[in-house]
């Protein structure tokens, strides 16, 4: 089982939906978490932190259920800018900071 | 305030030879990460460091492979005798501590 799990989509949806990534861990002692995005093979940005009492940028938010070792990351009112791949990330206390392998999101006009 | 730079952008070895990367951390970041992109594959962990330190190199192909971060200058990702498999992109990000890690433009390689 791999440490960080995402599906890998891809997710073709309409200019103004709402779309919701799912993304679970394995790893209980992990402490801290984080939404990147890539586009087109460049490199990863970041994205947003992922706060356990979840929390909010814009059209994203990003939920953190510590007890179920999942993490979520919803878009609303969708944009075609935001087509690129979704990579959640974890990290644990020593550093180490592990990535899913990305959701794919396609924003069609 | 440069964000972390990495240089060749583009590399082209032979097989057999050397590949020598380079990454300079953002202004006031201690810590550097590499990481390797396969083709149509997600991003892997190759090796944590801190300035003269390895800290987290369970990423790292046991052989060919090394790295380091000297006190003075760049991180250095070394690959040895290079073969076609070592053909990918390899990214580096810096942070101020071990928590949010920015990414630098990345190196592709490409192994003839």
């Known amino acids: 089982r791999k440490e960080v799990e995402q599906d890998p989509g891809p997710f073709n949806v309409p200019e103004g939906a709402t779309v919701a990534f799912n993304c679970t861990y394995s790893?209980?002692?992990?402490?801290?978490f984080f939404w990147y995005r890539q586009d087109c093979r460049k490199e990863p940005k970041l994205l947003m932190s992922v706060y356990s009492s979840g929390n909010e940028d814009g059209r994203f938010t990003a939920q953190l259920n510590r007890a179920s070792q999942y993490i979520s990351l919803l878009i609303r009112d969708s944009k075609l800018s935001d087509s690129a791949t979704y990579l959640c990330?974890?990290?644990?206390?020593?550093?180490?900071?592990?990535f899913g392998d990305g959701t794919t999101l396609t924003v069609k006009p | 305030n440069a964000g972390v730079m990495q240089n060749p952008r583009h590399l082209v070895r032979r097989r057999g030879q050397e590949a020598r990367l380079r990454c300079s951390p953002m202004?006031?970041?201690?810590?550097v990460y590499w990481y390797r992109q396969l083709p149509e594959e997600g991003l892997k962990f190759m090796v944590y460091?801190?300035?003269?330190?390895?800290?987290?190199e369970s990423g790292m192909p046991k052989e060919r492979f090394s790295a380091e971060f000297p006190k003075e200058g760049p991180s250095i990702l070394r690959i040895q005798q290079v073969v076609r498999g070592d053909s990918a992109a390899y990214f580096c990000?810096?942070?101020?501590?071990?928590?949010?890690?920015?990414f630098g433009p990345g190196t592709r390689l490409t192994v003839l």
């Open positions: 790893n209980s002692a992990s402490q801290s």
């Open positions: 990330v974890v990290n644990t206390n020593a550093g180490k900071s592990t």
């Open positions: 460091l801190q300035k003269e330190n390895i800290i987290d």
């Open positions: 202004k006031g970041h201690s810590h």
């Open positions: 990000a810096s942070s101020h501590s071990e928590d949010t890690q920015y």
